[in-house]
């Protein structure tokens, strides 16, 4: 007798899930392992690059046009390294290869360094920069270029992400025990359906993708790993498009961590 065409048992289908994912695990490795490749690759050449635009200025262009070229294309190269750097460094937090030089430093000194970094762009942008930062120091246990790494990716994001002419206030307190940094812009915003999704590596949201000098989408991905190696947590707030968005960082301050028993050095 013939038998009906059956469904596939619960146990045929667990299979194929488990088959699609299995393939689906093994491309994102691909991808991530050939990401970090090419960022390898393109970044061998780069530093010399660099180096030789850098001679060029000891040496000093006689010609101002010569000089002026030379300057675009080091800024530019700066730029390109970055890029790159950046990317190095996911492929790096993705396979777990990110080493933390950790040394009792103040949040203030990465944050004075995160604005002066920033400088240039925020003031390109016409935007306003106010700070409350308290004058007590803050000591966390930190990388202080990661940490500096952070801060300069969520002030990179608020002046990007604003219309030019906008306000931007960063601000710093101590609550249980931790810093609690928190970056506030009053720009483009960031819509309900994005917003669980930034701090995943390479999302942009739409409107960000129609927004000129944009990146890769991966600032946000590192900032969140860099925190959690440091112990924090990082939220992101935003009352959606057109209203503003608020950047949370938490870092537990040195001689206050939440896996106390360890002796303190
Ligand atoms: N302050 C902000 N205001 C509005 N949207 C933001 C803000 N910060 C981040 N976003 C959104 O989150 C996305 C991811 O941010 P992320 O910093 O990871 O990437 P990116 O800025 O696009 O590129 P890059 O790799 O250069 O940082 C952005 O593309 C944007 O859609
Ligand atoms: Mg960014």
Avoid: C, W
């Avoid at 995943?200 to 860099?226: C, D, H, K, N, Y």
């Avoid at 959606?240 to 896996?259: N, T, Y």
Wanted: net charge negative.
């Amino acid at each position: 007798m013939m038998q009906p065409a059956q469904e596939p048992s619960r146990a045929q289908l667990a299979a194929e899930v488990k088959r699609l994912e299995d393939i689906l695990a093994l491309e994102r490795r691909r991808t991530s392992e050939f990401l970090a490749q090419l960022a390898h690759e393109l970044r061998n050449p780069l530093g010399p690059i660099l180096s030789g635009l850098e001679a060029m200025q000891i040496v000093g262009l006689k010609d101002p046009t010569l000089e002026s070229l030379r300057e675009l294309m080091r800024r530019q190269t700066g730029q390109l390294i970055r890029l790159v750097d950046e990317l190095l460094d996911v492929a790096r937090v993705t396979h777990g290869r990110i080493t933390l030089e950790k040394q009792p430093m103040r949040v203030a000194d990465a944050l004075t360094e995160a604005i002066q970094t920033t400088r240039d762009l925020i003031a390109e942008r016409g935007h306003q920069l106010t700070v409350d930062m308290p004058s007590e120091p803050m000591l966390i246990e930190g990388d202080p270029v990661r940490i500096e790494q952070v801060f300069v990716n969520l002030l990179t994001n608020a002046a990007r992400y604003s219309p030019s002419g906008g306000r931007i206030r960063l601000s710093v307190s101590r609550r249980d025990g931790e810093a609690v940094v928190t970056v506030h812009d009053e720009g483009q915003g960031i819509s309900a359906e994005a917003l669980p999704r930034i701090f995943e590596p390479f999302f942009r949201s739409e409107a960000a993708q129609e927004t000129s000098g944009g990146g890769l989408g991966i600032g946000l991905s590192l900032v969140r790993s860099l925190v959690e190696l440091h112990g924090g947590r990082v939220e992101a707030m935003s009352d959606g498009h057109g209203k503003g968005s608020e950047f949370i960082v938490k870092l537990p301050l040195a001689g206050k961590r939440r896996d106390e028993g360890r002796e303190p050095r």
